[in-house]
């Protein structure tokens, strides 16, 4: 199936930064919750499934890109805001996507 434009359009992605980050034990599958910086949009909060490569400790203000539009979804005893995005590796591993100079949170990718 194809997408045009216009569906692409609809998919709202922005740059944000951690500023908490923790382990998950009652999610299903390993992940940690995440809160991020948006700027005007405010602090949201993700169930992210990062655990393979990151550390919280090494989450903690790094920049990544997320869907900010998608309804939340909840996640154990958590409410997951925002999809964060990462690229899945052959061994399951998620690398985050990330801008690669400094740029303002809430920043929307285009």
Known sequence: MQATYAD????EMRVGRVVRAETFPRAKKP???LWIDFGALGVRKSSAQITKLYKPEELVGRQVIAVTNFPPLQVADFMSEVLVLG???EDGGVALIGPDREVPPGSRIL
């Open 87 to 89: 690229v899945v590796l």
């Open 31 to 33: 992940a940690y919750r």
């Open 8 to 11: 692409f359009e609809k998919i």
